[in-house]
């Protein structure tokens, strides 16, 4: 299929590999059905099967904090402006270590850097595969929508590749392309969830189940790109052998799909970001009917809910760093208490933060709490509590320079 070109840029980015520490683990989500979800334009899937309920319950996983080192920076120039990805050695500076490195301003008055963990919006650690070659796009300077998935050649690219799985099946997400990521909507599943009458290993074995349908759309999809339009460099992601390149995708999910998207990060790849939009569950560990009471500082969980009571998978080692882990959640879902310890027993990076006011401090933590919204989609749904996107800009990385896009 051809493609008109009226303007085209080229973006390019070179990965190289920064040294850093990684400190490995997460965490998912779960209790009866879960709740209903509140839809924005562009949230898909239905709610069925209800959420998964799964962990560990110890209190001896209390939340540790993430160290890594900051990798050094590479500057160098690169036809058309080039994005630099993972300690970059063109077009700009990059960070290839954890916490804090990469600074994202907050809207309304809150305080944000992006990235609190796992080095700003570049930057590739031992243990992540780096591409063979630059990304190259020479699309037309318009938006680019292929059914579920697309780009945007006005951004300057990212190099990084979203997945969204909505709550059983997600969409092509215009907010991140404008922000330059190649976006990607893909199928999840409806296992029961939590599921933990019987065995605990039940929901973690179905959820990997349908990680598997989301890992083959996903190839399938990024190869027919390619073929069909190479200006867009949807191949980029891939690996020399055709398999999906995950160090370079942020997986991303609400509701059911947020613990699918914590199993895959934790059981499946290693991979870029894992954000999970009123998730993860898997654990039914929740106190104070289900809901989180104030102050966030106040468990809203049994600190000592039985292992019965929380998925084993929380318990396996974890493919992606821990810090690459982010949970937003509303205080009113009810779902609330069982996120809040799933959080806690998988050790995300910080305490439990309330973003929606005026001159919230949004660094140094992955967990991200609203008082208003409830059981809430804040990547599609039309009206966000304050400093939404300011987190949105944190979870997924997103530089300065490609924030707040005017087009």
Known sequence: MSVTRPRAK??????????????????????????????????????????????????TSSAGSAVATTG???????????????????????????????????????????GAGNGGYAGFEPGDTPPGRAITVTAALSEHQHGDAGMDAR??????????????SGVYVSWLAKRGYHSMGAPCGA??????????????????????????????????????????????????DGSVRWSDVAITGMSHGATTA????RVVHRMWRVVSRSGPRDDTCGANGGVC???????????NCMPADVASWLDTPSQTP?????????????????????MHYAKYVGVPTLFNMAGAVLTGTNQFFTNEGGHLDFLSAANKP???????????????ENQNPNF
Not at 194 to 212: A, I, K, Q, Y
Not at 331 to 340: L, N, P, S
Request: aromatic content about 6%; charged content about 10%.
């Open 191 to 240: 296992c029961a969830a939590p599921n933990l009458g019987g065995s605990r290993d039940t929901v973690g074995t179905c959820r990997v189940g349908e990680f598997m349908n989301t890992e083959m759309h996903v190839k399938t999809t990024l190869i027919s790109l390619q073929s069909q339009f190479p200006e867009e460099d949807w191949g980029y992601f891939l690996n020399a």
């Open 10 to 59: 080229t973006w390019t980015a070179v990965a190289t590999v920064a040294a850093a520490s990684l400190v490995i683990a997460n965490g998912c989500s779960g209790k009866a059905a879960d709740p209903a979800v509140v839809p924005g334009p562009g949230t898909s899937g239905s709610n069925k099967g209800g959420s998964a309920v799964g962990q560990s319950g110890s209190s």
């Open 155 to 168: 951004a300057k690219s990212l190099g990084k590749l979203v997945v969204d799985i909505g709550v059983n």
């Open 72 to 114: 050094g920076a590479s500057s160098g120039g690169a036809s058309g402006g080039a994005t630099s990805q993972a300690g970059a050695t063109s077009g700009g500076a990059a960070t290839g270590g954890s916490a804090g490195a990469g600074t994202s301003g907050a809207t309304n008055g809150g305080s944000a850097s992006a």
């Open 386 to 400: 304050l400093n939404t996107e300011a987190v949105l800009n944190i979870a997924f990385a997103i530089p300065p």
């Open 322 to 342: 821990i810090e690459r882990f982010y949970g937003i959640v509303g205080t009113t879902d009810v779902e609330c208490g069982d996120i809040m310890f799933n």
């Open 262 to 265: 914590a199993v895959a990060g």
């Open 293 to 303: 009471t104030m102050p966030l500082s106040t468990p809203s969980y049994d600190a």
